[in-house]
């Protein structure tokens, strides 16, 4: 006995999708051959592929990679971002915490430099309570990591900032005498100053203009001598480990690029660490904690 209504499933024998097997498909994928049905088929260069031979080519497929080997990634610059949110956020407890327990616990001053080295990192996410000094910190680091992370990558960004904020710290203390060792310091313009190298070695890899940049160098080194309580040694060890670090990641062959990109920045961060020591070892006994 017949039935007045039409079956519901695909006809025996008729291919369907693997997906979706209440489906019939007399399309086939390019790649493995299994039907694909419409929800699941993805145009490509040599015909129709299922979604999870798409997905399986794009797992084994290279990443693609920044003109300085760092992987590729679209967006905001993320690691620029944080940066920046750690700063805002450590100046808002700075000002909301009493006593100053922000500033004395993680501020530096060369003389804390064997008993608490932590802070030669820790002092760069600080600020002065003057509102101008994180805002002129925060726009710049805006300006040159929009510039920076993209051509390097988020990690080797990160690294060049992270050394050039450790190398700031090192240059207060390789050029502070007896009588300002006690001094603290704050800020991120060490690491900043760091960027500005990192851009000049950029530019001058790529044939750039360098012209600008030379200029906002000289205006940004005067204020360090021209405005007191300005710490321009930061400045400068900053800028010098910001241009070595990019040096060793611009100007790598492609053959062996990582090695010889990272052995660069770790050579800067032992020679940082070799300079501290011997720095330190010519203190005086009772001033070392």
């Not at 932590?118 to 910190?137: D, E, Y």
């Not at 510039?147 to 050394?163: I, K, N, Q, S, T």
């Not at 241009?243 to 990272?262: D, E, F, G, V």
Request: proline share 6%.
């Amino acid at each position: 006995m017949s039935s007045a209504y039409p079956a519901t499933g695909p006809s025996l024998g008729a291919p369907v999708c693997p997906r979706h097997p209440d489906r019939v498909s007399y399309v086939s994928c390019q790649r493995c051959g299994r039907p694909t049905c419409p929800e699941c088929q993805r145009s490509a260069a040599v015909g129709i592929q299922c979604v999870d031979c798409v997905q399986q080519a794009s797992k084994s497929a290279p990443g693609r990679r920044t003109i300085f080997g760092g992987a590729a990634r679209a967006g905001r610059p993320l690691i620029t971002i944080i940066m920046m949110v750690i700063c805002v956020a450590a100046y808002a407890l700075e000002l909301a915490l009493p006593n100053d327990f922000i500033f004395l616990n993680f501020a530096y001053a060369p003389f804390l430099t064997e008993s608490e080295p932590w802070r030669m990192l820790t002092s760069a996410f600080l600020h002065s309570p003057s509102f101008m000094h994180i805002a002129f910190n925060m726009y710049a680091l805006w300006i040159l990591g929009n510039a920076l992370e993209p051509a390097f990558g988020r990690v080797r960004f990160l690294a060049v900032y992270l050394v050039s904020a450790l190398a700031g710290s090192v240059g207060v203390l390789l050029l502070s005498n007896m009588d300002s060792i006690d001094i603290p310091v704050v800020g991120a313009s060490g690491a900043v100053f760091g960027l500005f190298g990192a851009l000049f070695v950029v530019q001058k890899k790529r044939g750039g203009d360098l012209r600008q940049i030379l200029v906002l160098l000289a205006i940004n080194a005067a204020i360090g001598f021209i405005i007191p309580n300005i710490a321009w040694q930061a400045h400068l060890g900053g800028l010098i480990a910001g241009a070595l670090c990019t040096a060793a990641i611009a100007y790598a062959p492609a053959k062996n690029r990582n090695l010889i990109q990272w052995g660069g920045i770790v050579a800067v961060v032992v020679i940082l660490a070799a300079l501290a020591v011997y720095k330190v070892s010519t203190f005086p006994e009772f001033l070392i904690l």
